[in-house]
């Protein structure tokens, strides 16, 4: 008897992987790690030499503030110099922009570590408005709208140490930053600079300021790190 055969079919053909590049290890993490984890890169020395303990160097403007944000208008601005005063002092928008006005070019340094170096403001110096108040006290609270506080020493705000400003590199200053009108007080921590600033009470004895009675140091020099209580 014959025996039929079948003929064997031709093994199907695996189709062809093709071999996915390695990926190095690490590659990962660093697509999960975001850029902020990777630290910053070192200063130059030109830029290094400008920035005091602890500081980096921060090209933007970030916004920092410690409750809302108020709307003042130009026309409802006012800046007053009161308390311990031979003169009580108060100068509306209109008046305040008749002012001996000057730009200020400087470096500003916050105390959550930036710092914005090469920056510059517009306005008029404290030595101006504290000639026509007559300070009789050695300091001062700068009070803003809003409710916002800090304390200063009258010698931080004279010989061309501070100023009220309307404009940032030009332009009006922004209400985040501070619009129409803030302290500029570039020597020490920028807290000390109040934003939407009203006035100046000039007293006998220093007294904390808002930061200054929830930790922050009551000078606030930046060249001795000086940020918080004990600093």
Not at 147 to 154: C, E, R, S
Request: charged fraction near 30%; glycine fraction near 10%; hydrophobic fraction near 35%.
């Amino acid at each position: 008897m014959r025996r039929r055969y079948r003929r064997a079919r031709p093994a199907a053909t695996s189709p062809v992987r093709r071999r996915r590049p390695c990926r190095r290890l690490g590659d990962d993490v660093n697509d999960f790690v975001s850029r902020g984890f990777r630290g910053r890169r070192r200063a130059p020395d030109d830029v290094a030499a400008r920035l005091p303990p602890g500081q980096y160097n921060e090209t933007g403007f970030p916004v920092l503030t410690a409750g809302p944000t108020p709307s003042v208008s130009p026309d409802e601005w006012s800046f007053r110099i009161d308390g311990m005063v031979g003169e009580l002092r108060e100068w509306t928008w209109e008046e305040f922009g008749r002012l001996p006005f000057e730009a200020i070019p400087c470096d500003i340094h916050c105390v959550t570590s930036w710092s914005k170096l090469g920056t510059s403001f517009g306005g008029v110096s404290l030595d101006v408005l504290l000639e026509q108040a007559e300070p009789l006290g050695a300091y001062a609270m700068a009070y803003s709208s809003g409710g916002y506080t800090t304390n200063l020493a009258i010698e931080d705000l004279t010989d061309g140490k501070a100023w009220v400003v309307t404009e940032h590199e030009g332009e009006p200053l922004p209400r985040e930053h501070g619009g129409p009108g803030r302290l500029l007080v570039p020597h020490l921590y920028f807290w000390k600079s109040a934003k939407w600033v009203a006035g100046l009470r000039v007293m006998d004895h220093d007294e904390p300021g808002f930061w200054e009675a929830n930790g922050y140091h009551n000078r606030g020099d930046p060249w001795k790190e000086e940020r918080y209580w004990g600093d």
